[in-house]
């Protein structure tokens, strides 16, 4: 298999929710606050092409916001960044066989939606694609709480149901037959009921999506979570888990929102803290083979 680093539309979002209770003295030595207290985030999508076809895990933010929703959320292109990045790597949003989402917030699920156009509802890209993720997450997109209805796209989950080509995981389902044994699925429920988690397995490595519960770097810090995540003592055991696994496999760990980094292994300095061993900034093309 190979997989290709995919980036989508930037943002740039309070560091204070982004890191929960840590103290801006703290975390602002992470990531450097701009005027306004907002930090960079990448939405970072990535593609596997392998035997079960071309597979998108996410979509970014993408551009479908109003141009007021689009300065609320700290939105940095107009362009749909994505498409764009899918088009250097030579493949059209036509071309994607599954797009798996860990859920459906707007800073994951919003690439799938067309850019902005006044008075123009958005509409569903990849139109030959089968639509993953699982089905707590799409029922909480479909009745959210009040406290994390602004995250969802009011809208997204009756498209995806009318396009006929929606496919939910169930709670403990591990894998899909059509995507073969080479990816494998995990959910955890800290951040939000249902996050789906795809491990992608080569032959030399494999790959571990770490959508929200691990945002980046930053978060690899046992104790660290965000103001965003629903049940943090919950996501923080869940993080225990997957970091201690992911250190005995030396499997690699990949962030959606890391600004510098694309994905990492992890190990233990000297006091015993988890930290990044082995980074790449970028997977320099054409991709890395698994």
């Given at each position: 298999?190979?997989?290709?680093?995919?980036?989508?539309?930037?943002?740039?979002?309070?560091?204070?929710?982004?890191?929960?209770?840590?103290?801006?003295?703290?975390?602002?030595?992470?990531?450097?606050?701009?005027?306004?207290?907002?930090?960079?985030?990448?939405?970072?999508?990535?593609?596997?092409?392998?035997?079960?076809?071309?597979?998108?895990?996410?979509?970014?933010?993408?551009?479908?916001?109003?141009?007021?929703?689009?300065?609320?959320?700290?939105?940095?292109?107009?362009?749909?960044?994505?498409?764009?990045?899918?088009?250097?790597?030579?493949?059209?949003?036509?071309?994607?066989?599954?797009?798996?989402?860990?859920?459906?917030?707007?800073?994951?699920?919003?690439?799938?939606?067309?850019?902005?156009?006044?008075d123009l509802e958005?509409?569903?890209?990849?139109?030959?694609?089968?639509?993953?993720?699982?089905?707590?997450?799409?029922?909480?997109?479909?009745?959210?709480?009040?406290?994390?209805?602004?995250?969802?796209?009011?809208?997204?989950?009756?498209?995806?149901?009318?396009?006929?080509?929606?496919?939910?995981?169930?709670?403990?389902?591990?894998?899909?037959?059509?995507?073969?044994?080479?990816?494998?699925?995990?959910?955890?429920?800290?951040?939000?009921?249902?996050?789906?988690?795809?491990?992608?397995?080569?032959?030399?490595?494999?790959?571990?999506?770490?959508?929200?519960?691990?945002?980046?770097?930053?978060?690899?810090?046992?104790?660290?979570?965000?103001?965003?995540?629903?049940?943090?003592?919950?996501?923080?055991?869940?993080?225990?888990?997957?970091?201690a696994e992911a250190?005995?496999?030396?499997s690699w760990l990949?962030?959606?929102?890391?600004?510098?980094?694309?994905?990492?292994?992890?190990?233990?300095?000297?006091?015993?803290?988890?930290?990044?061993?082995?980074?790449?900034?970028?997977?320099?093309?054409?991709?890395?083979?698994?």
């Open positions: 298999m190979n997989i290709y680093e995919v980036k989508g539309n930037s943002q740039r979002l309070d560091g204070g929710a982004l890191f929960g209770n840590a103290p801006r003295a703290l975390w602002s030595r992470w990531h450097a606050p701009d005027e306004h207290n907002r930090i960079n985030l990448a939405c970072r999508a990535l593609l596997i092409e392998s035997s079960a076809g071309t597979v998108l895990l996410e979509t970014g933010i993408g551009a479908f916001f109003s141009p007021d929703m689009k300065e609320r959320f700290g939105v940095v292109e107009d362009e749909h960044v994505l498409l764009n990045s899918l088009a250097a790597l030579g493949v059209k949003h036509g071309d994607v066989d599954y797009v798996v989402l860990s859920h459906l917030h707007f800073d994951h699920a919003g690439g799938l939606l067309t850019a902005y156009e006044p958005p509409r569903l890209l990849f139109p030959n694609a089968v639509y993953v993720t699982s089905a707590q997450a799409f029922a909480r997109a479909q009745s959210p709480h009040p406290r994390d209805r602004a995250s969802f796209i009011p809208n997204l989950p009756a498209l995806l149901a009318a396009s006929g080509r929606l496919q939910l995981v169930a709670d403990g389902q591990q894998a899909l037959d059509a995507l073969g044994s080479s990816f494998s699925f995990r959910q955890t429920h800290g951040h939000t009921p249902g996050m789906l988690h795809a491990t992608v397995r080569g032959n030399e490595a494999e790959v571990f999506f770490c959508a929200d519960l691990i945002p980046g770097r930053a978060w690899l810090r046992p104790t660290i979570s965000m103001g965003y995540d629903r049940y943090p003592e919950l996501l923080l055991e869940e993080k225990g888990e997957v970091l250190e005995r496999k030396l990949y962030f959606t929102h890391d600004d510098s980094v694309a994905m990492a292994r992890i190990g233990k300095d000297g006091r015993g803290h988890i930290v990044a061993t082995e980074q790449l900034a970028s997977l320099p093309p054409p991709g890395l083979t698994l």
